[in-house]
Nanobody
Framework: QVQLVESGGGLVQPGGSLRLSCAAS????????MGWYRQAAGKQRELVAK??????????NYADFAVGRFTISKDNAKNMLYLQMNSLKPEDTAVYYC????????WGQGTQVTVSS
């Protein structure tokens, strides 16, 4: 079992920044994929960014809309996953979910990000 708890969402003006955090606990395996997904109202959940980890190596992937604005990072020692979001736009408004995949898939409860003036 893996538990994921997100934090850091909130209301921000267009052009602003937010940093999301995800605390993972439980049976974290050396090979896993951790990432951020988002779901806007009335839309399907979509990938924002993910890190594929094989022990100490990592491969990062970003959705096109996230390239150049969002940065995903991970602290293995603390079992933390982060998403730094810059130059936020109103269309980034969504619930952001932390995701862990290894032998099974786990989701956090989500954190709301609202970009509005």
């Amino acid at each position: 079992q893996v538990q994921l708890v997100e934090s850091g969402g909130g209301l921000v003006q267009p052009g602003g920044s937010l940093r999301l955090s995800c605390a993972a606990s439980g049976s974290i395996r050396g090979f896993n994929v951790m990432g951020w997904y988002r779901q806007a109202a009335g839309k399907q959940r979509e990938l924002v960014a993910k890190i594929t980890s094989v022990y100490e190596s990592a491969n990062l992937n970003y959705a096109d809309f996230a390239v150049g604005r969002f940065t995903i990072s991970k602290d293995n020692a603390k079992n933390m996953l982060y998403l730094q979001m810059n130059s936020l736009k109103p269309e980034d408004t969504a619930v952001y979910y932390c995701n862990y995949q290894s032998r099974a898939t786990y989701w956090g409860q989500g954190t709301q990000v609202t970009v509005s003036s």
